[in-house]
């Protein structure tokens, strides 16, 4: 049952429904007191620190390209109507709905924590993906700086990582980037989903317009930092249109890889995904959930691996045709070669011995 909710002003989510793991259901609905004009109302951002006791996390998906994986967040300001991380509110007692986008939790001592990690005599270095949640970029980083603190912690042990954002918050660090990059250390993936202002704001009401997302491309590939451009998702009949312009576009600015992933609406976010469309985009709604279903067995959504990201049929079929055609035309082919583990060293400390032979 859809739930009904006064529209909050630059938020994706159009209800907070109850987490699917509580006793207790809460329901928002049209009373006939809400006037049809009123202005839409504001909803704040509460922000709560969260006590983590490892901050290096492992999957073991073959969906993704990496096992350790870095979230300096949990829930994202950007409220991407879409996002996949939104069911994961859930485990917190919260709704996948404006709670993921407005009751964030950070990890302050993310920084200290991954150095304990880094410095243990049984650690062994493999490239770390931050970012593969939520977005380590997102506005509140601005002042907490905590993605910051990471990357300074893996520059000193000379670890290898990979990020991936839709923020031009990234350009903050480009100094540590571009460094990094100078040592095979690190890559960088930026998500741009539309190259339309309005359809972008729409789907990503707190994140980076599309033109800042290509500048930060190209100061990054101007600094020797490799840039792959992710389209993703790719919507079949709202934004799949784009998927050539988009990949254009990054390729002018350097980048030199690409890389999609098609509309996932698991849990939660297919009803959630619904009523946006609804409420933004009437005209298509019907027409773009058909398409969804068609690439997805006749479902909404199809967890199985290696069919979640690309979805399957005729309609998954022409979506990967013709990104491999876009990503061939404009030479965004090259593949991410291996980080450098080699360099990987924990850093002396203060009163440690010096090591004569060493390098």
């Known amino acids: ?81 879409y996002c996949y991380a939104r069911p994961a509110h859930a485990y917190m007692g919260l ?5 993921f986008e407005s009751k ?14 880094l410095s243990k005599p049984r650690y062994r270095p493999e490239f770390i993906h931050i970012g593969g949640n939520t977005d380590p970029y997102q506005p509140q980083e601005r002042r ?32 540590l980037l571009a460094s990094m990059a100078a040592r095979n250390l690190t890559r960088v993936a930026i998500s741009v989903t539309s190259l339309d202002r309005r359809l972008s704001r729409s789907m990503e009401p707190r994140a980076a317009a599309p033109d800042k997302r290509i500048e930060a491309i190209r100061r990054l590939t101007g600094a020797g930092v490799p840039v792959t451009v992710m389209f993703a998702p790719c919507i079949p009949g709202l934004n799949d249109h784009e998927m050539e312009a988009v990949l254009e576009r990054a390729a002018e600015a350097g980048a030199s890889g690409a890389g999609y992933v ?13 009523e946006w469309l609804e409420t933004d985009h009437p005209d298509r709604a ?57 360099r990987f060293r924990v850093p002396p400390k203060a009163g440690d011995q010096i090591d004569l032979f060493g390098a």
């Not at 709704?95 to 709670?99: R, T």
């Not at 300074?152 to 000379?158: C, I, M, P, Q, Y």
């Not at 098609?262 to 619904?274: C, G, M, N, S, V």
């Open 144 to 175: 907490l700086r905590i993605t910051r603190q990471v990357i300074e912690v893996l520059d000193r042990f000379n670890h290898p990582f990979s990020i991936i954002t839709k923020s031009a918050l990234i350009l903050r660090d480009l100094d």
């Open 104 to 117: 964030l939790f950070f990890k302050p001592e993310a920084a200290r924590l991954l150095e304990a990690e």
């Open 95 to 99: 709704s996948p709905g404006l709670d």
């Open 286 to 342: 019907r027409k773009v959930m058909s398409l969804v279903r068609q690439m997805r067995g006749g479902k909404d959504y199809d967890a199985q691996w290696g069919k979640r990201m690309r979805g399957e049929g005729p309609i998954g079929e022409l979506m990967n045709a013709r990104f491999k055609a876009a990503q061939k035309r404009y030479g965004l082919t090259q593949r991410w070669g291996e980080l450098d583990v080699f």
């Open 1 to 81: 049952m859809t739930t009904f909710t006064q529209q909050i002003r630059g938020r994706g989510a159009r209800s907070n429904a109850t987490g699917r793991y509580e006793s207790q259901v809460r329901e928002a609905f049209d009373d006939g007191w809400t006037a049809e004009d009123a202005e839409p109302a504001q909803l704040a951002t509460e922000l709560t620190a969260e006590t983590a006791k490892v901050i290096i996390t492992r999957n073991d998906s073959p969906d993704v390209g990496f096992s350790a994986s870095i979230n300096p967040y949990r829930g994202c300001e950007h409220g991407c109507i």
């Open 262 to 274: 098609a509309l996932r609406l698991p849990l939660e976010i297919k009803d959630l995904f619904r």
